[in-house]
């Protein structure tokens, strides 16, 4: 059984920067894209930015220019810097491990709250 740890949420002034990080376990490898995903009160779960084991990235429109998805793949880590924060970035954050081919399984992490307020 995969699993995705998150760490790194917390409460940030508009304006301010955090980085979100997300340990898989080491049977979640090549054979999955990783990403972030977030779910504000009241709204549907979105796709934030994801990262492919070679370093396709892809970015929600809302984050281009202000978020970075990285991976470390010797530490199979993947982070997200989130800068120039916004109060709309308030949600709960998810780690993401989608796999690329049928039969393997996809994992979310269990989330970590990122709050901008003054």
């Known amino acids: 059984q995969g699993q995705l740890v998150e760490s790194g949420g917390g409460l940030v002034q508009p304006g301010g920067s955090l980085r979100l990080s997300c340990a898989a376990s080491?049977?979640?490898?090549?054979?999955?894209?990783m990403g972030w995903y977030r779910q504000a009160p009241r709204n549907e779960r979105e796709l934030v930015a994801t990262?492919?084991?070679?370093?396709?990235?892809n970015y929600a429109d809302s984050v281009k220019g202000r978020f970075t998805i990285s991976g470390d793949n010797a530490k199979n880590t993947v982070y997200l810097q989130m800068n120039s924060l916004k109060p709309e970035a308030t949600a709960v954050y998810y780690c993401?491990?989608?796999?690329?081919?049928?039969?393997?399984?996809?994992?979310w992490g269990q989330g970590t709250q990122v709050t901008v307020s003054s």
């Open positions: 993401t491990a989608r796999a690329l081919v049928r039969g393997l399984p996809d994992y």
């Open positions: 080491r049977n979640i490898g090549s054979l999955y894209t």
């Open positions: 990262i492919t084991r070679a370093g396709l990235i």
